[in-house]
């Protein structure tokens, strides 16, 4: 078990100049200690993606190791030249529609008659504060499909091309749907300071 | 050039990625339109807005889960790799697997049974012990096969039965049991990760157990988690827990449950 756990050490030499493909191919081919590095790359941007739409920490944090633990259970499936980013949020974004199909409770829409029970408190009379705090309910009452849309597009790094591919549209299809959801969090954003 | 199709040009004119021409036609539209000029202001403080959102950060015991389940993995890979002639006959005995933990239960036991019973014909036609040996270890391998079935089982019920069903299985070794420490360090649910602390709790007389028992404490989320092995710990009175029980009494961040079983658990052992 020992030369198990001395293979734990990232410290690869070079290892920043290889691409998430390549290092993936590794795993890919047994070296499965090499995940902690894409682990180091994307856990945040993954954690991101749940948690702006799960809304808990711990659950969130289940999320992203299931996540893992698919990619190393279905790592043969990887395809050579892939994008690492977008087969890690495809098999992300499976998680999450398994995670909302048995946690009916926590649904994914919000309720837009729940109060703000801040709006009153002092406290908040910052300008920016309130903006952020507004901003963030907005994000929590738009649509589900274009909330992930922008978490995609602003909280995971991932250019429009990549979550085109995600989404398995064109790249001016993407655009669109992300100025609409733009839209709609402008809408929300607007009924929520005049509440 | 609409407003409309303007518009649909502010995300990338934000973010700087419209090319130079496109860029230019929102200018000149911007320069004589207040309505878009507006529009784009508002989106501009909501799009910047979105970034300065204050995100929380991933958690150490997140990045120690993942080692551990890691570690684990390869574990299971090297062992995978160390086999000889008869692994492919497992690979293809492995596809021919019923999928529900009972039926595997009843093949495995079925397979366990022709196994000892070639190996005692052989061993009083020609009393040799090296085959018999060999069958032993062919017997161990069935039990990888066995486990990594209910690893493949996707609902929670099926692999919580696997657990169950692994009571009955004896002379259990290493691979085996770090199947199940695998299962109960990284399983995503929390009812499955209980079912491995009772399935563990039958081999507690290993003490590579009883160590990775002692260090899986530190790397549970869940309060239930934490209490069964707290519990299974100060049954089995097992010595090295007490450091790690005089982490999470001290620890600020743990749960108050947790804290009270520990400082309980410890006292068992002064």
Known sequence: ???????????????????????????????????????????????????????????????????????????????????????????????????????????????????????????????????KKHLGRALERISPDSRELLILSKYTGLPYNRIAEIYDCTVGAIKVRIFRAMQELKAQFVNIAEE | MECNNIKELFVEYMDGSLDAKEAQKVDAHLSSCKECRRELETMKSLWFGLDALEMEKVSDRLKKNIDNMIDSYGLGIKNTRDEKWYASFLKWLESLWPSRPAMQLASTMALLIIGLLTGFSIGSRTESQKEIVQLKIDVNQLQQVVMSSILDQASVTERIRGLTMTSKMKNADTEFYSTLLLILNSDSNVNVRMAAVNALANFTGNEYVRRELVKSLNLQSSPLVQVSLIDLLATIKEPEASSALINIINDSGANIHVKERAKKALKQFI
């Open chain 1, 1 to 131: 078990m020992e030369d198990v756990l001395i293979n734990k050490n990232r410290e690869y030499p070079g290892v920043e100049l290889l691409e998430d493909h390549e290092i993936m191919v590794s795993v890919k081919d047994g070296d499965v200690h090499k995940l902690g590095l894409l682990f180091d790359r994307h856990a945040q941007g993954l954690f991101n993606y749940f948690q702006l739409q799960v809304r808990d920490r711990f659950r969130s944090e289940d999320l992203v190791q299931n996540v893992f633990y698919k990619i190393l259970k279905y790592r043969h499936t990887f395809k050579e030249g892939a994008d690492f980013r977008v087969w890690m949020y495809a098999i992300a974004r499976n998680e999450k529609v398994n995670f909302f199909k048995h946690n009916r409770s926590s649904d994914e829409e919000v309720n837009p008659e729940q109060p703000d029970e801040n709006s009153n408190n002092p406290e908040n009379d910052l300008a920016s504060k309130t903006d």
